[in-house]
């Protein structure tokens, strides 16, 4: 596989495969190929599917032979978050102690991937039990941020397997998980498109919970078509996660029709002053870059103060996900003799000393600030924030007891939002940042309908790293 076809979207390769210029099989065999020559250094996978792969991709090319084409991603391969379950294969949720767990079914959104004909690689690394937004994991190791090969910097957590096999073109997509940024912070740090879908769009069921009021599901990608297409593939109705049942439909036809065009559309952009004090001056550049690029599309964007304080919501849906977590976990997260991460552990522990009626308040005030966030985004499409305020650091430098990275993406998950983070032009050393907008619930085809726009007049998304 070419370097220029490792970095194809799945919208293009799913072309050459209509146009028979290509075929599931050199797709999957040019991954593969990849992996081996790549990964050694990058880390991205704890396990790869190749003969599987490679036998998939052999029957989806005789299906498409046979004039039996399941649709667009049929035959196409995808990465997968080492807590998505599959059925007869290691799923170990980046965590040391359970290596050798073999999963006894598959999760709903994996099924449906593979009813629409994709081909998992295998599975990626990630923050241990998905707890932690740097990408560094002690006892099973951090993945490398492709773009620095001379510094091991960080790719951003929990999904940083998933970002580095697409940022790498080590796999044209992934699946990730998000529950406070774990599928947009990744993004940003490795130059992708991150879409973070509304809690109840996308069933979780065979996904291993982190928190299970905050957790989604969602894709890492090139372009935000390929998020779209994704989505709408996991999306529906499932019996075995109630919070699907009374979800609205993704609808993908009105996100992906026509032009994209956001002439007219309504969007409030952070107000300056609201911004954290640890915004790197670039990333300021970039969002007013921004809103100078919207303007000029035609979307009528305002700056205004967002209703809630950022740092605020940050700390109270830590103190959800650590209640939730450690309700899960708590059955050996005290075991000194399991091989936790350190930092996983003290932060599993944190939930322990949540009583009942804090967990209590805690849902009651997360409903009500919800309720205002609804009402608030009447009338608006989206709101602009920087992703992160920083870029890549070295995985050395990291401070484990700050949180910056979560600062504008837990908002998204506390509120019952949509989020999508795309890549803007990088720092004056071509590390990347991102951009996000949040949407009120359900409303991803919106979100979607700007991100196309956005990426149709910039190219940004179409970098990849110099490996």
């Not at 294969?89 to 359970?98: D, F, H, L, N, R």
């Not at 609201?274 to 305002?302: C, K, S, Y």
């Not at 304080?309 to 059955?331: C, K, S």
């Not at 932060?347 to 997360?366: E, P, T």
């Amino acid at each position: 596989m070419s370097s220029d076809s490792a970095y194809c979207s799945l919208t293009e390769l799913s072309r050459r495969l209509d146009a028979g210029e290509t075929t599931s099989q050199d797709i999957v065999a040019g991954c593969l190929a990849r992996i081996d020559a790549l990964d050694g250094r990058l880390h991205a996978f704890i396990d790869v599917y190749r003969d599987d792969a490679l036998a998939m991709a052999r029957a989806a090319d005789q299906e498409r032979k046979g004039g039996k084409p399941r649709g667009p991603l049929h035959g196409l391969p995808i990465a997968l978050k080492d807590l998505v379950h599959f059925e007869g294969k290691q799923t170990t949720a980046g965590s040391k102690s359970w290596l050798g767990r073999i999963s006894d079914h598959t999760a709903t959104a994996l099924t449906k991937l593979l009813a629409a004909g994709m081909i998992p690689l295998g599975k990626t690394h990630m923050v241990e039990f998905a707890f932690g937004g740097w990408g560094r994991n002690q006892p099973m190791g951090a993945p490398r941020n492709p773009w620095d090969m001379a510094t091991h910097r960080v790719a951003g957590g929990s999904s940083s397997g998933s970002a580095v096999a697409v940022a790498a073109g080590l796999a044209p997509a992934a699946i990730g998980s998000d529950t406070g940024g774990s599928i947009r912070i990744p993004a940003s740090l490795c130059g992708l498109t991150g879409l973070k879908s509304t809690y109840g769009l996308i069933s979780l069921h065979g996904a291993v919970p982190l928190s299970t009021t905050l957790d989604s599901l969602g894709p890492l990608t090139h372009t935000v078509e390929d998020a779209a297409m994704l989505t709408a593939a996991m999306a529906g109705p499932d019996a075995f996660d109630p919070a699907t049942l009374g979800a609205p439909r993704f609808d993908i036809a009105a996100a992906l029709g026509g032009d994209p065009d956001v002439r007219g559309m309504r969007i409030t952009a952070l107000a300056d002053e609201q911004f954290t004090t640890d915004v790197i001056p670039e990333i300021r550049v970039r969002h007013r870059e921004m809103i100078a690029l919207l303007r000029n599309l035609g979307a009528v964007v305002e700056e205004a103060r967002f209703p809630f304080d950022f740092e605020d919501l940050m700390v109270r849906n830590g103190r959800l996900i650590a209640t939730e977590a450690y309700a899960f976990h708590r059955g050996y997260v005290e075991d000194e003799t399991l091989p936790l991460d350190p930092w996983v552990r003290k932060r599993l522990l944190g939930g322990k000393s949540r009583s009942a009626a804090d967990y209590i308040d805690d849902l009651g005030y997360k409903r009500r600030a919800s309720a205002t966030f609804a009402d608030w985004m009447r009338g608006r499409d989206a709101l602009l924030t920087p992703t992160l305020p920083i870029v890549a650091t070295p995985v050395a430098d990291v401070d484990e007891e700050a949180t910056p990275l979560a600062t504008y993406t837990r908002v998204a998950n506390y509120l019952g939002a949509c989020a999508l983070s795309l890549p803007v032009e990088p720092d004056a050393k071509g590390l990347p940042i991102g951009m996000q907008f949040i949407g009120a619930p359900f409303a991803e085809a919106t979100l979607v309908r700007i991100g196309r726009a956005v990426q149709r007049a910039t190219a940004w998304h179409r970098r990849h790293p110099p490996i």
